[in-house]
């Protein structure tokens, strides 16, 4: 039973940081018809800023605060600067571009910071443990939890509650269309993309403590993000937290119940999804 | 003169789509394009918002060049747009809509401004179902939509593409008695139609198009007097 508990709390931890990631992923897809590759860079450089900032300052909280804010200008350089230059090329050279952004941020990883995993050590009441449903929790996990719903839940009240956020969604639906009625369209992309790549940077930083800072780490959440939001539809911030939620705990499931295989599942639950509905859990038809 | 269009070029890529079109626009018009299916009408709305930007030429918007601008600068200007297939953002509720057209007030006119409540005492099935998503809506009540969702902009000079095609008989009517009372009070409109018979009890001005050219222009009595005009370019 106490493992049960162990195992789904660590699917809610997971699914946090997956959803912190893939809700920028898939707004920005929406809006832009652009698959970001580089997305999970960010997460990377969140990381990596992090472990550095640490370094610097000693404070965990200061990093979790300017490392999300060095990605937002990131995020809004890359935009301003390089995607809206190729934007008239078409779909296919804002992918290439994104790639090629993820190929120069994970060798430029390797060059500052070298291929040996780093560890981010957390102090204090989050380095603690608690007592919850009869077993021993770290409440670094439940923080990251925490992080990401509080998040999630600001992100909900931005998109349904705010005129910015009825631009975004008309903007997500038809921004061509957005744009002719008199809203400053590439603006807004820019807007979505940079906190899009804040968010990423937060959970790179939050992901720091769980698991290692390395090279690979950009690699290992990518592929897991494009299945979410594949998964709960391509442009839905519901589908990606449903979606994040299922995927976070069938990897935690999975490696209980199915150790041998349990990295094949979440590519089954995408293969059942695609051949059932097509257009992903919530997403539209075409 | 409300719009003045010269010389207009404007491409699809490779395809020469409009050929140097004029158009003159009066304030407070409403003028019907006219014209078969793929000469260019479409792409005439679609160049002076900037949707399909014009390679050449010159869109004068009450004495300001539109040619080369941003459909927002465009719009921001005084200017409202209603697509065709009525393009209502389907996931957004009916209010959501409208306030998608909401722009800083236009100061030049002296007519009351748009608001949600004005807009739904004039469009009262709409106020109805003002918290209903946009896709649940009939296909009469979305092209409602699509026109209100300008007028949240206080917009000059309305674009209206194709407004009654795929509706009912009556919906259409009622469609068109609607962009009758919008032009009554102030709003310079130039709208695209097939169906020139029912334009004619509207629109005081009239346009036909061939081939990416203007190949008439006159009043309704001179389309109606044009038989050989309308038999070369309307009828089928």
Sequence with gaps: MSDIAIFFLHGLAYAGLLFLVSSGLTLVFGMMSVLNFAHASFYMLGAYFAYWLLQITGNFWLALLISPLMLLVIGALVERFLLRKVHVLGHV???????????????????IWGTNPHAIIISGFLAHTVNIMGVTYPVYRLFVFGVSMALGLFMWLILFKTRIGIIVRAAVEDSPMVGSLGINVPLVFMGVFSVGAALSGLAGVTAGPLLSVDPGMAGAILV????????????????????????????????LLFPDFSLALIYMLMAVVLVIRPEGLFGEKQ | MILEIKDLHTYYGASHILQSVDLVLDQGELVCLLGRNGVGKSTTLKSI?????????????????????????????????????????????????LQIGIKKAHSQTDREPWNAETIFEMFTKLGERSLQKGGHLSGGEQQMLTVA??????????LVDEPTEGLAPLVADSVLKMLGTISDSGVTILMVEQNYK???????????????????HGTGEELVAAEKIRQKYLEV
């Excluded at chain 1, 290439?96 to 941020?105: K, Q, V």
Aim: charged share 15%; aromatic share 10%; no cysteine.
């Design chain 1, 93 to 111: 050279h804002e992918l290439l571009l994104t790639f090629g952004l993820a190929y120069i941020i994970d060798e430029a990883v390797k060059l």
């Design chain 2, 49 to 97: 918002i900037g949707l399909v930007p014009p390679r050449k030429g010159s869109v004068l918007f009450n004495g300001i060049q539109l040619a080369g601008l941003d459909p927002y600068r465009i719009a921001r200007l005084g200017v409202g747009f209603v697509p065709e297939e009525r393009r209502i953002f389907k996931g957004l509720t009916v209010l959501e809509n």
């Design chain 1, 224 to 255: 897991d993000a494009f299945v979410v939001i594949v998964v709960g539809g391509m442009g839905s911030l519901g589908g990606a937290v449903l979606a994040s939620f299922i995927i976070g705990e069938l990897q935690s499931f999975g490696v």
């Design chain 2, 198 to 216: 029912a334009a004619l009890k509207l629109a005081r001005g009239f346009y036909i198009m061939s081939k990416g050219q203007m190949v008439f």
């Design chain 2, 149 to 158: 969702r300008t007028l949240m902009g206080n917009p000059e000079l309305i």
